[in-house]
């Protein structure tokens, strides 16, 4: 008889990196556990599942992936609800998010900027990079399973581990070779709770602990301030700074190599864009930006929020108070930045980014000096909502928002 709701993992990965083999070595070790396998489903999985969960002859589910899927995307279909607002949480629960990297090969896959349609794994509209799946993949999971089927030296195999431990911090992490890892870590294990592994990325984490630690800025102060001290290893670094920066010396750092930079998020303010939040999202040799929403400073205070929780949020990323008089041109406007690398040179990086704000004399123009800076970024689509992450930054959908290859090596 079938337990409800019946536990499903999900495993995912990119092609050859051992989810095949994986998925064979929990099939011989099942024991007495009656799994049932969905092998890259590339139509209606939640339908699939409804119908397997719904016959009732096993205890769990493992879907095995397509390898140009997204994870998150995989438990959204199977977490929330449907178009008729239905939820499948009597019938089935997600157990645990699993991702299979190929040790030999994964930081090779992160840096690449080939496009996943070059390998034929999307059709051609989509231009998503192998590097950029790479990232979602180990960065919304709860095991990582790092197969040695093709041994790398120890050396090796310990410096991939801290980057991993970078990149998702929550995730267990399992070494692995044709998939022989126990059962119980993956099935049955329990590890998968939607806020926390959507919440596990190491530059979310980052950008936490550095807010927990650090000051408030004073835009007057000029240069912004790294709230991680540390220059080798595997350590992030974490930049903020309260002026903005000039639109033609970032929009030239962009497209500057970033030696060692495996992975960089977060939110930036150009002085010619005063109202707009921009977003910056890099990973290996892929770089892109654009629009993120309007600063709140840019809005009238009727129109924020009523709930309590999110004006302390607001106020917590305020210059001052949001109350207070002369700061218009601050309030919630900002640099902050996280890079996660091999052997960054923290204070290097220091110099760059600060070399992109304003200088004094700048700065002094004020906003309507601003606007007459030379502004080589694409337009922006202002028809956003506050805090909502521009999906055509993702997927390059808008004008202007193609990815560009930085040669970041």
């Given at each position: 008889?079938?337990?409800?709701?019946l536990?499903?993992?999900?495993?995912?990965?990119l092609?050859?990196a051992?989810?095949?083999?994986?998925?064979?070595?929990l099939?011989?070790?099942?024991?007495?556990?009656?799994?049932?396998?969905?092998?890259?489903?590339?139509?209606?999985?939640?339908?699939e599942v409804?119908r397997?969960?719904?016959?009732g002859?096993?205890?769990?589910?493992?879907v095995?992936?397509?390898?140009?899927a997204e994870p998150?995307s995989i438990a959204?279909s199977?977490?929330?609800e449907d178009?008729?607002?239905?939820?499948?949480?009597?019938?089935?629960?997600?157990?645990t998010?699993?991702?299979?990297?190929?040790?030999?090969?994964?930081l090779?896959?992160?840096?690449?900027?080939?496009?996943l349609?070059?390998?034929g794994?999307v059709?051609?509209?989509?231009?998503?990079?192998?590097?950029?799946?790479?990232?979602?993949?180990?960065?919304?999971?709860?095991?990582?399973?790092?197969?040695q089927?093709?041994p790398?030296?120890e050396?090796m195999?310990?410096?991939?581990?801290?980057?991993?431990?970078?990149?998702?911090?929550?995730?267990v992490?399992l070494?692995?070779?044709?998939g022989?890892?126990?059962?119980?870590?993956?099935?049955?294990?329990?590890?998968?709770?939607?806020e926390?592994?959507?919440?596990?990325?190491g530059?979310?984490?980052?950008?936490?602990?550095s807010?927990?630690t650090g000051?408030?800025?004073?835009?007057?102060?000029?240069p912004?301030k790294?709230?991680?001290?540390?220059?080798?290893?595997?350590?992030?670094?974490?930049?903020?700074?309260?002026?903005p920066?000039?639109p033609?010396r970032?929009f030239?750092?962009?497209?500057?190599?970033?030696a060692?930079?495996?992975?960089?998020?977060?939110?930036?303010?150009?002085?010619?864009?005063?109202?707009?939040?921009g977003?910056?999202?890099q990973?290996?040799?892929?770089?892109r930006?654009?629009?993120a929403g309007f600063?709140w400073?840019?809005q009238?205070?009727?129109?924020w929020p009523?709930?309590e929780?999110f004006?302390a949020?607001?106020?917590?990323?305020w210059?001052?108070?949001?109350?207070?008089e002369?700061?218009?041109?601050?309030?919630?406007?900002r640099?902050?930045?996280?890079?996660i690398?091999?052997?960054?040179?923290?204070?290097?990086?220091?110099?760059?980014?600060?070399?992109?704000?304003?200088s004094?004399?700048?700065?002094?123009?004020?906003?309507?000096g601003?606007?007459?800076?030379?502004?080589?970024?694409?337009?922006w689509?202002?028809?956003?909502?506050?805090g909502?992450?521009?999906?055509?930054?993702?997927?390059?959908?808008?004008?202007?928002n193609?990815?560009?290859?930085?040669?970041?090596?």
């Amino acid at each position: 008889m079938t337990v409800h709701p019946l536990p499903v993992t999900v495993v995912s990965g990119l092609a050859r990196a051992g989810k095949a083999a994986l998925l064979d070595h929990l099939l011989a070790n099942a024991g007495t556990r009656r799994l049932a396998v969905i092998r890259e489903n590339t139509g209606d999985l939640r339908a699939e599942v409804v119908r397997i969960a719904e016959v009732g002859n096993v205890d769990a589910i493992v879907v095995e992936s397509p390898a140009s899927a997204e994870p998150l995307s995989i438990a959204e279909s199977l977490v929330l609800e449907d178009d008729e607002g239905q939820t499948l949480e009597t019938l089935i629960t997600i157990d645990t998010m699993a991702t299979v990297i190929d040790a030999a090969h994964f930081l090779d896959e992160l840096l690449s900027a080939e496009g996943l349609a070059e390998r034929g794994l999307v059709p051609d509209e989509d231009d998503r990079t192998v590097g950029e799946l790479s990232i979602e993949q180990v960065e919304f999971c709860d095991v990582l399973v790092i197969d040695q089927t093709r041994p790398v030296e120890e050396a090796m195999l310990a410096r991939l581990q801290q980057v991993l431990a970078k990149i998702n911090p929550r995730a267990v992490q399992l070494v692995a070779r044709a998939g022989d890892v126990p059962i119980e870590a993956l099935v049955g294990a329990g590890r998968f709770d939607f806020e926390a592994t959507a919440s596990a990325a190491g530059w979310l984490g980052a950008l936490g602990q550095s807010d927990a630690t650090g000051s408030a800025i004073d835009p007057t102060d000029g240069p912004g301030k790294s709230l991680d001290g540390r220059s080798s290893g595997v350590a992030p670094f974490v930049y903020r700074a309260r002026r903005p920066f000039h639109p033609e010396r970032l929009f030239a750092l962009l497209h500057q190599e970033w030696a060692g930079v495996l992975r960089s998020k977060g939110l930036f303010w150009i002085a010619t864009r005063n109202d707009m939040a921009g977003t910056l999202s890099q990973v290996g040799g892929t770089c892109r930006h654009g629009p993120a929403g309007f600063w709140w400073a840019a809005q009238p205070a009727d129109e924020w929020p009523e709930d309590e929780a999110f004006k302390a949020e607001i106020a917590h990323d305020w210059f001052a108070s949001p109350d207070a008089e002369g700061r218009e041109t601050v309030g919630d406007r900002r640099q902050e930045l996280v890079m996660i690398g091999m052997d960054l040179d923290h204070d290097a990086w220091q110099r760059r980014l600060d070399a992109c704000l304003l200088s004094d004399s700048e700065f002094a123009l004020g906003k309507e000096g601003w606007r007459q800076f030379d502004d080589p970024f694409p337009q922006w689509d202002d028809d956003h909502e506050h805090g909502e992450e521009d999906e055509d930054e993702r997927t390059a959908a808008g004008a202007g928002n193609a990815p560009h290859d930085h040669g970041h090596r």
